[in-house]
């Protein structure tokens, strides 16, 4: 399954300005953070800037949603303070190619999400020890172009959630919702599972120790991410071919009736039959307890 990966600030000013590419992530960051700092302008734009730098921070860190837990995790309730989701480092939430969640003027391909426990306003340098988060996020609209959008929220006389954004738009509660979701099932192991190089996938891995070395190794090559809900999509199962309705043209604008062929869905889950278990005659082999005892009672009645 193909994922979408956050659409960064830097390839987007690329497209403008070719020379950024010359630059590190780092050094993009630091060049527009800087700015922003000497200009003493604070805008969505510096919202962008300082939310990015904190996901780089935390080594680009990003979470795999598979479908079939995105509308459960869409409607987690609001009504919890920031404090009881605790500290949760800016990470990248990445949707499947093809199941975004739907926005009212197209789709959510990924977006950052942070909660600090306290933090140094960088035009103020004043620290500030509330719990604040930090929302930023990556969509297609329908005229099929990407552009973003930033929420920035602190909590104060230990307001809810669901207060603090009584008055966004519903699509940004939506994905606060999301956001909020992941978090708390982040915290999980039975919900999660970290993504490893190719040569590790498949591996039985004897010991835990055994299993943070390749989580090491992959993180080493620049993979931090995990997996939420992998473990629970549907079971193996043969879908019949049938016709859906997919959505064609500029932004997925216009819908069309297209056949669907059949296929084998989840087929790397099946498991090979057992084999080697039948006699010569291909009779199977009977119990050997069963024989033992029958030529115990054989023997005793002579």
Request: glycine share 6%.
């Amino acid at each position: 399954m193909k994922f979408n990966e956050f659409w960064t600030l830097k390839r987007c000013v690329e497209q403008r300005n070719p020379q950024i590419a010359k630059l590190s992530l780092r050094q993009f960051y630091d060049q527009e953070l800087h700015a922003r700092i000497a200009e003493k302008t604070q805008d969505d734009y510096s919202d962008v800037v300082a939310t990015e730098y904190s996901w780089l921070e935390n080594d680009r860190a990003f979470y795999n949603v598979y479908p079939a837990i995105i509308k459960c995790l869409g409607h987690t309730s609001l009504k919890v303070r920031l404090e009881n989701i605790g500290a949760f480092r800016t990470t990248a939430i990445c949707f499947p190619v093809g199941h975004e969640p739907k926005l009212s003027n197209g789709i959510l391909n990924a977006f950052l999400f942070g909660v600090f426990t306290g933090y140094t306003d960088v035009f103020t340098k004043e620290f500030h020890d509330t719990f604040m988060f930090m929302l930023l996020m990556d969509r297609t609209n329908v005229d099929g172009k990407r552009s973003f959008s930033s929420m920035v929220g602190a909590e104060k006389d230990m307001m809810l959630l669901s207060d603090l954004a009584e008055d966004v738009p519903s699509d940004k509660k939506t994905i606060l919702s999301l956001a909020v979701g992941v978090s708390l099932l982040s915290k999980d192991p039975r919900f999660t599972e970290p993504i490893l190089l190719n040569r590790d996938k498949d591996k039985q891995f004897r010991t835990d120790a055994e299993r943070d070395l390749a989580v090491d190794r992959a993180r080493r090559r620049g993979v931090n991410g995990m997996t939420i809900g992998k473990d629970i999509e549907v079971s193996p199962h043969i879908r019949r071919p049938h016709f859906g309705i997919r959505w064609t043209g500029p932004g997925a604008a216009v819908p069309r009736l297209v056949p669907v062929n059949g296929c084998l869905v989840m087929k790397s889950r099946l498991l090979p039959i057992p084999t080697g278990y039948l006699g010569p005659d291909d009779v199977e082999c009977p119990d050997q307890d069963l024989v033992s005892s029958e030529h115990a009672n054989q023997s005793a009645a002579n």
